[in-house]
């Protein structure tokens, strides 16, 4: 069983920066493909960022590349998102998703553990 908490979202001023976090729990060790999910107020969840068990492979959506930056702390069974100028159209609830494998997962649908999300808004 394998379970996410996010944690760092808040409001924030476009330009600015946030930091998310997933904590990870479960009982056994198994290797963990992680992924950054957002949904916007009515679009669909779409993949943000995601990573690769060993943290060499990964993957970001567009409108993110060179804002954003996925990482990971083994030592601290935690996945990271850092966000640097930060847009309005960022504003959406963020999910940290696992699947049980080495590699670099970057469909939804393979995802099959979830975090509750945590909520980023634009306070400009």
């Known amino acids: 069983q394998v379970q996410l908490v996010e944690s760092g979202g808040g409001l924030v001023q476009a330009g600015n920066s946030l930091r998310l976090s997933c904590v990870v729990s479960?009982?056994?060790?198994?290797?963990?493909?992680m992924g950054w999910f957002r949904q916007a107020p009515g679009r669909e969840r779409e993949l943000v960022a995601a990573?690769?068990?060993?943290?060499?492979?990964?993957y970001y959506a567009d409108s993110v590349k060179g804002r954003f930056t996925i990482s990971r702390d083994h030592a601290k069974n935690t996945m990271y998102l850092q966000m640097n100028r930060l847009k309005p159209e960022d504003t959406a609830v963020y999910y940290c998703?696992?699947?049980?494998?080495?590699?670099?997962?970057?469909?939804?649908?393979?995802?099959?553990?979830w975090g509750q999300g945590t909520q980023v808004t634009d306070s400009s």
């Open positions: 998703a696992a699947r049980a494998n080495s590699g670099l997962i970057t469909r939804e649908r393979l995802y099959d553990h």
């Open positions: 479960r009982r056994t060790g198994s290797t963990l493909a």
């Open positions: 990573i690769s068990w060993g943290g060499v492979q990964k």
